[in-house]
């Protein structure tokens, strides 16, 4: 039997540049992990190479082009880290990116969703944010925010949150829900 499939949704903020823990720790619990970028954390944070080695995929930027293969039907999703502009657009409805296409089809399948938002306390006291958060977890995605999940730092400061934030509620919550739903 092979490994459940997991998506892993790279948002450009700063923990993406410790990706390789989320990785390991998903591979650690049994998951075949494929990696899914966005521009911002392509072009600010990724080593692709060094991704594609780790998880034994290629990482996929864009839509899917002529001759490229389909990713593989994912069991559960991890959004991590999950930017402010991503969990606002996502809520929206907006699908300007692979990535927010990808969730955009996703949610709608109903496969288990987690979000690790990075955001600090500015941001996260926006009423659009709020409201952003509150229509995913409507719509039956499991978003990590406030205790439990991952604290908004004061701005100016996310470096300094780097070593607590939260990879491993994001994979329990993923891997609950799919084994709930029989899928591990």
């Given at each position: 039997?092979?490994?459940?499939?997991?998506?892993?949704?790279?948002?450009?903020?700063?923990?993406?540049?410790?990706?390789?823990?989320?990785?390991?720790?998903?591979?650690?619990?049994?998951?075949?992990?494929?990696?899914?970028?966005?521009?911002?954390?392509?072009?600010?944070?990724?080593?692709?190479?060094?991704?594609?080695?780790?998880?034994?995929?290629?990482?996929?930027?864009?839509?899917?082009?002529?001759?490229?293969?389909?990713?593989?039907?994912?069991a559960a999703v991890?959004?991590?880290?999950?930017?402010?502009?991503?969990?606002?657009?996502?809520?929206?409805?907006?699908?300007?990116?692979?990535?927010?296409?990808?969730?955009?089809?996703?949610?709608?399948?109903?496969?288990?969703?987690?979000?690790?938002?990075?955001?600090?306390?500015?941001?996260?006291?926006?009423?659009?944010?709020?409201?952003?958060?509150?229509?995913?977890?409507?719509?039956?995605?499991?978003?990590?925010?406030?205790?439990?999940?991952?604290?908004?730092?004061?701005?100016?400061?996310?470096?300094q949150v780097m070593?607590?934030?939260?990879?491993?509620?994001?994979?329990?919550?993923?891997s609950d829900r799919?084994?709930?739903?029989?899928?591990?």
């Open positions: 039997m092979s490994a459940p499939v997991l998506y892993l949704m790279i948002c450009g903020a700063g923990p993406a540049d410790h990706i390789d823990r989320m990785v390991k720790l998903a591979q650690a619990d049994g998951w075949d992990v494929w990696c899914v970028a966005t521009p911002a954390a392509v072009e600010h944070f990724l080593d692709l190479e060094a991704l594609e080695v780790l998880s034994g995929h290629p990482v996929r930027t864009g839509h899917q082009r002529a001759g490229q293969p389909a990713l593989p039907e994912a991890i959004v991590a880290p999950a930017t402010y502009n991503t969990i606002n657009k996502w809520a929206a409805g907006i699908a300007d990116t692979y990535v927010l296409t990808q969730l955009a089809e996703l949610t709608g399948l109903g496969v288990p969703i987690a979000v690790l938002p990075f955001v600090n306390t500015a941001l996260a006291n926006n009423r659009p944010f709020r409201r952003s958060v509150e229509e995913l977890r409507e719509s039956g995605v499991t978003v990590l925010f406030g205790e439990g999940g991952f604290v908004p730092h004061p701005p100016r400061t996310g470096g070593e607590t934030y939260p990879w491993g509620a994001a994979l329990s919550a993923v799919a084994s709930a739903r029989g899928e591990d």
